[in-house]
């Protein structure tokens, strides 16, 4: 059994959450660190009186943690969601794993992006579950693998969400300001390769370099698609493209037999995914490139959003906060809830411009009114 301390403050339960390790396994994180956060947040949760659920992502792997108030039959329900996982944290400034306060900042990795918001939404719900008059169910979602593949949010709105039914919406967590961002774009990527034939660089002509076909590969993306990527939404603001990563080549003295490039497209709503491949599809046209790894995190357009957002406006008016719609050059979560058919806000403590910073940091009274907000949203009638 875990005897660590029941924090007492929301301020405390997320010193608490910093401190576990979640740099997510693409940015080379431990193997097992957001497992051992939910398992701590389950202990912390059960020990509250809170009822619990994991939701394993396959066989034997990570999972998603749910925690509850007490069920009222039939009642219907309202989640919280925000992720546990962090951007790497090589090259910080602050320390990483110790809340460090500096005046009215909390430093340290996640405190902005997210674990800022999943320790305000579990502080409200810890609160609201003591209240008898409650008259909704209330939950909040801790998933996993949302700064790379967005695994936990994908699986949760396939397998899992069609159990909380009747369902109000879904408040996910990022660093909004506490603005509510009714609107964001996508983001579309794949791997492109091109391959060779590997030689002895003492004579290249027996062999063909791969290296040498992707640049004719990248030259023609960036002359012919990059630049189509102007379409804009007024929330959200521009498309864009760019080509972020490239690998190829094994040793100095060896023509490289493989290349390959990881392409990022952010899309505005309104876009289709099979426009944009088209376009793709026609810069390259005559060139021998193979695609792979294709992942799509949807945009979210504002019509997911509007039924919740009209609804939680008394609650923000009611905490002094901005109730007028945003938007968001960035993806979340949310999309893939959208998507599977539920309504959808943004809504978090903290900037985005603090986020994956080398000294991430959260306002605390950013902290305190998020966890105000939350627990307003919860007693709406």
């Not at 875990?2 to 193997?31: H, I, K, R, W, Y």
């Not at 320790?119 to 209330?138: I, P, Q, V």
């Not at 060139?287 to 609804?311: K, R």
């Not at 058919?341 to 991430?360: F, K, M, N, S, Y």
């Amino acid at each position: 059994m875990n005897l660590s301390p029941l924090p007492d403050s929301c301020e405390a339960l997320l010193a608490q959450m910093m401190a576990v390790e979640t740099v997510n396994l693409q940015f080379d994180g431990p193997a097992g660190g957001e497992e051992r956060l939910a398992a701590h947040l389950e202990d912390l949760a059960q020990r509250w009186g809170l009822q619990t659920q994991r939701c394993p992502i396959g066989e034997g792997g990570p999972f998603n943690l749910v925690i509850t108030t007490p069920l009222i039959p039939d009642a219907e329900w309202m989640l919280f969601e925000s992720h546990l996982d962090t951007v790497s944290i090589a090259g910080m400034t602050v320390p990483p794993l110790t809340m460090t306060v500096k005046g009215e900042r909390l430093h340290g990795r996640g405190s902005c992006d997210t674990k800022g918001s999943g320790a305000a939404m579990l502080w409200a719900l810890k609160t609201h579950a003591g209240d008898e008059r409650r008259t909704r169910n209330a939950g909040v979602v801790f998933v996993v693998d949302e700064e790379a593949g967005m695994t936990g949010a994908q699986n949760f709105a396939a397998k899992d969400l069609k159990r909380f039914t009747p369902l109000r919406g879904i408040v996910v967590g990022e660093p909004t300001r506490l603005r509510p961002v009714v609107a964001h774009n996508g983001a579309l990527r794949w791997r492109s390769i091109t391959r060779g034939v590997a030689v002895h660089s003492a004579d290249p002509s027996k062999g063909r370099s791969a290296i040498r076909a992707m640049v004719s590969v990248i030259d023609a993306l960036e002359k012919e698609m990059i630049p189509k990527a102007t379409r804009t939404f007024p929330l959200t603001g521009s498309a864009a493209a760019s080509i972020n990563v490239i690998r190829g080549g094994s040793a100095t003295n060896i023509i490289p037999d493989y290349c390959e490039i990881w392409c990022d497209r952010r899309l505005v709503p309104g876009e289709a995914v099979p426009d944009v491949l088209a376009e793709r599809d026609a810069a390259l046209a005559g060139l021998e490139v193979e695609h792979d790894s294709e992942f799509l995190a949807p945009p979210l357009p504002p019509e997911n959003s509007a039924a919740l957002h009209a609804w939680i406006k008394p609650a923000m008016r009611s905490q002094g906060l901005n109730a007028s719609e945003t938007g968001a050059p960035y993806a979340t979560d949310a999309s893939h809830y959208a998507a599977a058919g539920a309504q959808v806000l943004v809504l978090g403590p903290g900037d985005i411009a603090q986020a994956h910073t080398r000294d991430e940091w959260l306002d605390r009274e950013q902290l305190a009114r998020a966890t105000a907000l939350y627990l307003a949203i919860l007693r709406l009638p």
